[in-house]
Structures are given as C-alpha cells and as structure tokens.
C-alpha cells in the first residue's frame, strides 16, 4: 500500500510555519493555533493518495524540488504549495518542499 513520506526539508519547512507565525508582529497566535495550521497543512499533504489527477509544477522555483503539486488556498491570501514526487515502484508520495505564494514569485 503506497502511503506519504515527508523529506526533511519538508519536515524543517513545517517547522518553520509554525515559527514564523509565532513571531509574526502582524498576527497574534497562540502555540496551539499554529501547531493547528501545520497540521492542517500535515493533513492536505496526506490526501494526495487519493487524488485521481496530479497536477505538474508550473513555477520554476516549484520543479526545483519536485515534479508535481498540490495548491492548498489557506484563505483569501495564502495559498500553501505541497511540491512533491511519486515514486515508480512504490507508488509512495515524497513530499519534499512546503513554501507558498509569497515566495512563489516569478
């Protein structure tokens, strides 16, 4: 059974999230609300086993880090990108980038 394997590039970029909204002066976040977010990113990252189309990286920052993507719209503003691979024999899912539409720039 193919299941969803997380880089740590992946795994530090979730990380990250949860930083960066704790330090953001912008927002006002408890510890347990940006564990929340990263989670809920965790969990959309999850569903690409069962998605029946996998779109292709359109951006050149995304196909550094792997051949398809899935687009995760936060809110009005966010939007999350999951970079990621599937692997041949496996079937498995290698996500291996988490960044999104901020950095996304081109």
Do not use: P
Request: glycine share 2%; hydrophobic share 35%.
């Amino acid at each position: 059974m193919s299941k969803v394997l997380f880089s740590k590039q992946s795994e530090k970029d979730l990380s990250n999230i949860i930083i960066g909204l704790l330090l953001w002066k912008k927002i006002s976040i408890t510890e347990e609300e940006a564990l929340q977010y990263a989670d809920d990113i965790y969990l959309i990252a999850h569903s690409i086993l069962h998605l029946s189309y996998h779109q292709k990286c359109k951006y050149r920052i995304h196909q550094l880090y792997g051949e398809y993507q899935l687009k995760y719209k936060r809110n009005k503003r966010t939007t999350w990108y999951i970079i990621y691979d599937i692997e041949l024999n496996s079937g498995n899912i290698l996500i291996n980038k988490i960044i999104n539409n901020y950095i996304t720039i081109e």
